[in-house]
C-alpha cells in the first residue's frame, strides 16, 4: 500500500500546526490558517464580470475541505491549481450556514 502523496513533504507537514481535522473540530470565523495540502478536484466558475475564479477540494492526511480561489488569486496561479499538485495553502477559515470551507488567499507549490 503506497502512502499519501504529502508523506514525501514530511518536513513542512510536520511545522504546521493546523489539519483539516482540527479545523473540521474547532471551526472558527476567520481564523487564519496556512495548511500543506492535496489538490483533489477543481471545479472552475465565471463571476458576473466573466473572470474565473475555483472551488477546490483539497485534503491532508487526516480529512478533506473545500477551498475558494478568487479570480485575482486563480489568475496568478491558475497553472498550479490542477489535481494531484501538493500547495502549501494561506487563508481564513470560513463558516457559512454550518458548512466550514477555506478562503485562500496565497498558495506555493511543495
Known amino acids: 500500500m503506497s502512502g499519501h502523496p504529502l508523506d514525501v513533504y514530511e518536513s513542512v507537514t510536520k511545522k504546521a500546526r493546523l489539519t ?5 473540530e474547532d471551526p472558527r470565523q476567520g481564523m487564519l490558517m496556512i495548511l500543506p495540502v492535496l489538490v483533489v478536484r477543481v471545479r472552475t466558475i465565471l463571476t458576473k464580470d ?3 475564479m475555483a472551488f477546490i477540494t ?6 478533506t ?3 475558494v480561489v478568487f479570480p485575482k488569486l486563480f489568475k496568478q496561479h491558475v497553472t498550479m491549481i ?3 499538485i501538493c500547495l502549501l495553502m494561506k ?3 470560513s463558516v457559512r450556514n454550518g458548512e466550514t470551507s ?3 488567499e496565497e498558495l506555493k507549490s511543495l
Open 20 to 24: 483539516i481535522a482540527k479545523i473540521k
Open 65 to 67: 475541505l473545500e477551498a
Open 50 to 52: 466573466g473572470e474565473k
Open 82 to 84: 490542477t489535481p494531484g
Open 58 to 63: 483539497v485534503e491532508d492526511t487526516t480529512g
Open 91 to 93: 487563508g481564513k477559515v
Open 102 to 104: 477555506l478562503v485562500v
